[in-house]
């Protein structure tokens, strides 16, 4: 299991790495943790003529928050700071929730969330946690800076919307605002492993108590995230009040609909039929936990 | 036509070291066939059975996972950084008092790994040395006298201080 | 000596080595000049070989040779078969072993086709792509099942069928059995593929010296010696001109044993070729196929019973998945057809299998041997007889148990060791109440589950037993030697696998000698220090090797004693001997250290009398005259959710036998590794397969080992009932953590989720959420309580 052989570049700007993925285009890949990419390498899967190593590259590690809660988090931040981090903690709960999901200590301190996202593994918790999130996902080539939207940017099982040319740079969040709950759970084999099944939930109340804004993806559940609209729906003017039979009901037609919604494929861990059954337990618990963090943090409650 | 060689400099358990590596040269190989290290032991080459487990700039990585081109500049601690067989490392102690080894094939990558936890995390109870520790394969003891042994360094430490 | 080393919880020497990255595994072996090799193994599970163009790996720099099967000439024959099958009347057995490259034919995807050695093992892999092979894909049977049938596709050309042996062994007569009982029970219980995955994976050294005529290999073996016998014959050598080290080896668990491995042949030939060093280490990804596979077996079991819950009769029928090819003969079906008897008195037994040749890797033992199926079958259909008869689960067992004055008990069988199948001794009742005493089982059916119910919570408890023939043949030596400096030399011919053998062996003779365990230097694995052997495997290396250490000491010490009479002139009865001296007691000023013994035995003038030897030595062999039978009892409490179905250990208690302790510490650690790898097989470890014989989880990624957060705490209890079959009344304990959790797990998901009661029975192994589920989601509601009384 050793890789085949490679170029390697060690750039100290990010021009210069972005001039020579322009140079060599698909035959190269951006190399930031290699916790996805370095095993695909030793399998000899993945096969790139260049590695262009970005850990030399000022100001790729830059995890900066605004006084309101924007994250912008570069290409070179590793999974154990954002995981460490108060103000991702305060601004962005999901993304902790789901980022300690992700492999192992040792992996985490290594593997950062660009890279992550890049890779796009559809079992991966964090393209979810994205797309739920309405993360941008902002590209850098020579030919200058895009922001894609997160629910453009996963096209398919390890393919993205990033051009040969480009580097995912940067992920921006924006902050949640008042009323937000979110939750994630998944279920894995081993703690440490890729989800069986994984849901990330968003919710917004308004000050009525009223769900304004609904979203529920999923990973492991196809070739990318699969964000539900049926689910959403569900959710989206309920008003699940203080009743728990009725915030129930609401929990698991909600789980209902997302299991009816979406076609998992099933893995060598699972059957399609159980990972289509988990995603509706785990959405009714997420959306259960949502919903509490949401009324905790609603404006009615502040009154 | 022979591969390309990077020259790197690297901090090796404190020694730094000059090498010409090829690219692909994965770390774990380079510290245990160029500067003969075979402390550092190789199990899976895919990153998940942390048996490879070194320091990478005081923190715990794969060394399977890393190309020995990319430590240039850093630094890298090994098994062989803790005790000698004459004089354990207090952790090292703590395994051998407790048997959290059986064939060892594994142990130095949990005792790197347990090293930085044990530095982040002095005083940890069982769920946190399990969750740590959830990284590193071990097919012989069933983690249960790892945890003993974590506890008990910790312990000690403590002890100590 | 004022505390005896023998039966202490004494620290482990070699672990300053192991702790401190100082021990020496085969992959350490760094010799000048030396090549890696890399093995190119078949895609298919069963194609022909048209041709194979190696031209381009040889045109790579780097590349030193590439070797197909016509390379090889005449070493490319057919391996030895490990072990012979037992002499059972009417057996059937077709021995089919695998060459080290395959010449025409590849019957598993993964057999070897060529054989690079090169500069490094990079540059190896990288011609190992060069190689171009010209296939012609054939049918497959990868299905068990589908594989037995007459009209399947053939794994061998030659043979009618798939059909690798068939063996059928009976006890009484169980149609009888059937005539007299009030309730007969039957069921299919299959059990599915896994393998052992030590973290190390297997790899050969080999180096040939042309001036002393010598070759050594570093093999990751448990049997250092049989290697060594094969090697020689394989390439034409005398036995004296090789020499094979297994060096500290990364777990063994069996499939390290599986004499010969290809490379174990090529690597040493190839070094052989080039007259230099070539090392081979198998990477993970080869290791899931390259490496020996266990467990598949699908049983249609019966059992009949009086209605008192008392066992008359057990029919049994399986099949058991050899894989490709059988060099280790029928030693894992013959275990799970032996020990399906397990602790109880079975008057009446009928079990026949069929071994199957299927295109997959080759199936060895694997920790257990074939012993986890029997038990599984066993246990599982007294669970459904407690059930439909309405009696405890504990007691139905108890009242089954072989009583403890029974012993010798004769199951009228033959063993994979070729004697018959003879328990020595056991206190099985005694185990079982103490394992129910320490989880508490009768408030935990009576008051705490309903309790934990009533709060809408599924819990529950499993209590299974098993029995397993351990240490047995055919022998095993040691020799002590007294160093001039004192310190006492201790050799064996089996290798060791992280067992603490350098501790435990010390530990058996230091008494005798008198002196610390630390002035014992222990050495194994290593061919041209000890001639004789068979291997660690079987858990026998402390009951057959360490009763030839305790004889060997004890003879040691007897002429010590001898010649420090001579010398005091006084009686040996007059003689102590401790903290490395020889005194005579109450005389201080007469002592003489062990080593300066040593040197008076070894004179430099004066003939060694007729009937005596020079030096402090002895070499003692120990074969028992059948295994001695260790047994326990295992219990759990798990917690089932109920819509996902994952399952969380609360409690897991121990309760064994493995008659005399010499290190407790030591066998604990056994015991709870072995727990650990059971919780894999029986819960997270399955090797998938697709109908054209590709296995599809080929990664630790995939391929799912308990980590630390799926391993509970194991709380252990003992039982000491000293074997009566060795002097120092010792039974094996290295596998017996691993046998019985398959039916523990399914007895308690089905106890936690009253599956039963719902119309849903859990018979097969390894179980998952998924499967638990897949199974479960046809249940009705609960009709009536599963545990009564």
Not at chain 3, 559 to 580: N, P
Request: hydrophobic fraction near 45%; charged fraction near 20%; proline fraction near 6%.
């Amino acid at each position: 299991m050793k890789p085949p052989a490679f170029d390697y570049e060690a750039p100290t700007s990010l021009a210069e790495a972005l001039a020579l993925k322009a140079r060599h285009g698909e035959d190269a890949r951006f190399l930031a943790g290699g916790q996805s990419l370095v095993p695909a390498m030793n399998f000899r899967l993945v096969r790139p003529a260049v590695l262009i190593d970005l850990n030399g590259v000022a100001d790729l590690d830059h995890l900066s928050c605004s006084s309101s809660g924007a994250l912008g988090i570069g290409a070179l931040v590793r999974h154990a700071r954002v995981e460490s981090d108060r103000e991702v903690a305060r601004h962005q709960p999901l993304l902790v929730e789901a980022i300690r999901e992700v492999a192992h200590p040792q992996v985490r301190n290594r593997g950062t969330l660009c890279g992550n996202l890049a890779h796009a593994d559809p079992a991966s918790e964090l393209p979810a946690v994205m797309v739920a999130l309405k993360a941008q996902l902002h590209a850098v080539s020579i030919r200058g800076e895009r922001s894609i939207p997160a629910a453009d940017f996963f096209q398919g099982t390890y393919t993205t919307a990033l051009e040969p040319d480009e580097l995912l740079a940067r992920v921006q969040l924006e902050p949640l605002p008042t009323g937000t709950g979110t939750a994630f759970l998944e279920l894995a084999r081993r703690p440490g492993d890729y989800a069986m099944m994984g849901v990330a939930v968003l919710l917004q109340l308004d000050a009525s108590g009223a769900c304004t804004d609904a979203r529920v993806v999923c990973c492991g559940a196809g070739d990318r995230p699969v964000a539900s609209a049926a689910t959403a729906a569900v959710l989206r003017a309920a008003t699940p009040g203080s009743d728990p039979v009725a915030l129930e009901a609401l929990c698991e037609a909600a789980g209902a609909a997302l299991a009816a919604s979406i076609d998992p494929p099933g893995t060598v861990h699972v059957t399609a039929d159980y990972q289509r059954h988990l995603a509706q337990v785990l959405a009714a618990r997420a959306i259960a936990m949502a919903f509490g963090r949401a009324a905790a943090h609603s404006p009615r409650r502040s009154i | 036509m022979a591969a390309r060689q990077y020259p790197i400099r690297v901090t090796v358990n404190g020694t730094e070291r000059e090498a010409e590596v090829e690219a692909r040269l994965l770390l774990s190989d380079f510290i245990r066939h160029r500067l003969g290290l075979t402390g550092t032991h190789v199990g899976c080459e895919h990153g998940v059975c942390g048996a490879c487990t070194i320091l990478h700039d005081g923190v715990p990585a794969r060394a399977c996972l890393l190309f020995a081109v990319q430590t240039h500049g850093h630094s890298i601690e090994t098994v062989e950084s803790l005790g000698t067989p004459e004089r354990l490392h207090p952790l090292q102690a703590a395994f051998r008092a407790c048997h959290g080894l059986q064939c060892g094939y594994c142990t130095p990558g949990i005792l790197m790994t347990m090293k930085a936890f044990l530095e982040q995390h002095p005083d940890p109870d069982e769920a946190a040395i399990r969750k740590a520790l959830s990284g590193n394969l071990c097919r012989c003891t069933g983690y249960q006298n790892i945890v003993a042994a974590v506890s008990r360094a910790a312990a000690m430490a403590k002890e100590g201080a | 000596m004022s505390t005896r080393a023998f039966g202490a919880a004494l620290p482990r020497r070699e672990d300053a080595r192991l702790l401190t990255g100082r021990a020496t595994f085969v992959d350490d072996i760094d010799l000048p000049g030396c090549l890696h090799a890399a093995v190119l193994r078949s895609p298919f599970a069963h194609a022909r070989i048209r041709s194979i163009d190696a031209a381009a790996a040889l045109a790579r720099e780097g590349v030193v040779a590439v070797y197909t099967a016509a390379d090889l000439g005449a070493v490319c024959c057919p391996g030895p078969l490990a072990v012979p099958p037992p002499p059972i009347e009417g057996a059937l057995f077709h021995q089919r072993t695998q060459a080290p490259i395959a010449r025409d034919k590849v019957r598993y995807a993964g057999e070897p086709v060529a054989f690079v050695v090169a500069e490094s093992r990079y540059v190896a892999e990288d011609a190992l792509e060069d190689i171009v092979v010209d296939w012609e894909p054939l049918p497959v049977s990868a299905d068990l099942e589908a594989a037995a049938r007459p009209d399947a596709p053939r794994v061998h050309e030659d043979l009618p069928d798939n059909i690798a042996a068939r063996v059928r062994q009976v006890k009484g007569d169980y149609a009888m059995a059937v005539r007299g009982a009030a309730h007969v029970i039957r069921r299919r219980f299959t059990y599915d593929h896994g393998c052992s995955s030590p973290i190390e994976t297997r790899g050969v050294v080999a180096q040939w010296d042309p001036r002393a005529d010598k070759l050594t290999v570093w093999d990751t073996t448990q049997a250092p010696v049989f290697v060594r016998n094969g090697l020689a014959a394989a390439l034409g050598l005398g036995e004296r001109q090789v020499r094979v080290v297994a060096p500290f080896i990364g777990g063994g668990f069996g499939p390290k044993i599986m004499m010969f491995y290809p490379e174990e042949i090529l690597v040493p030939w190839a070094a052989m070729q080039l007259h230099r060093p070539v090392k081979w280490i198998e990477d993970r990804a080869e290791h899931f196929v390259a490496t020996t596979h266990e467990r598949g077996q699908v049983h249609d079991a019966e059992i009949a019973l009086g209605a008192d819950g008392r066992i008359l009769g057990v029919r049994d029928e399986f099949l058991h998945d050899t894989g490709a090819y059988d060099p280790y003969g029928l030693t894992v079906p013959i275990n799970s057809q032996c020990t399906l008897l397990g602790p109880y008195a079975i008057p009446h037994y009928d079990s026949t299998f069929c071994a199957v040749f299927t295109h997959k890797p080759i199936v060895t033992p694997y920790r257990g041997a074939g012993r986890q199926h029997g038990v599984f079958v066993i246990e599982r259909l007294l669970d459904i007889a407690a059930r439909e008869l309405s009696i405890d689960r504990a007691e139905i067992r108890r009242r089954n148990f072989i009583p403890p004055d029974a012993f010798p008990w004769d199951n009228a069988l033959i063993y994979q060791d070729f004697t018959r199948l003879t328990y020595d001794s056991g206190q099985y009742a005694k185990v079982l109440d103490q394992l129910l005493e320490r989880i508490g089982y009768r408030d935990f059916i009576d008051e705490e589950q309903p309790r934990l119910r009533a709060q809408g919570r599924h819990v529950g408890i499993a209590v299974v037993c098993y029995v397993e023939g351990t240490g047995i043949g055919p022998y095993e030596g040691a020799k002590l030697q007294v160093q001039a400096n004192g310190r006492v030399s201790l050799v064996t011919g089996i290798g060791t696998q992280g067992q603490g053998h350098y501790t435990s062996f010390a530990q058996i003779a230091a008494d005798h000698l008198g002196i610390d365990i630390a002035d014992i230097e222990v050495i194994t694995g290593d061919t041209d220090q000890f001639y004789w052997g068979a291997g660690t495997f079987a858990s026998r290396g402390a009951v057959v090797a360490g009763n030839a250490i305790d004889q060997a000491a004890r003879q040691v010490r007897a002429k010590a004693l001898r010649l420090a009479a001579e010398i005091f002139e006084c009686a040996e009865g007059d003689l102590v001997l401790e903290g490395g001296r020889v005194s005579i007691a109450g005389v201080p000023s007469k002592s003489m250290g062990l080593g300066e013994l040593a040197q008076r035995a070894n004179p430099m003038r004066g003939a060694v009398a007729a009937g005596s030897e020079p030096g402090l030595e002895s070499t003692s062999y120990f074969g028992p005259p059948s295994g001695s039978t260790a047994n326990g009892a295992h219990a759990m409490v798990i917690e089932v959710d109920p819509r996902t179905m994952n399952v969380r250990i609360l409690r897991y208690v121990v309760v064994h036998d493995c008659g005399v302790v010499i290190n407790p510490m030591i066998v604990e650690g056994q015991v709870r590794g072995g727990v650990a790898q059971g919780i894999g097989n029986a819960f997270f470890e399955q090797l998938v397969f697709d109908s054209e014989g590709q296995l599809l989880n080929a990664s630790l990624a995939d391929y799912l080992l308990p980590s630390s957060m799926d391993v509970p705490t194991i709380e252990l209890g003992h039982v000491e009932t000293p074997s009566p079959l060795n002097p120092l009344g010792i039974k094996g304990v290295g596998e017996a953590g691993a046998i019985p959790v398959g039916p523990l797990f399914a007895q308690a998901i089905e106890d936690a989720l009253q599956l039963p009661a719902r119309g849903v029975e859990l018979l097969e192994i390894p179980l998952s959420p998924s499967r638990v589920w897949e199974l479960a989601r046809g249940a009705g509601p609960v009709i009536a309580t599963d545990s009564p009384v």
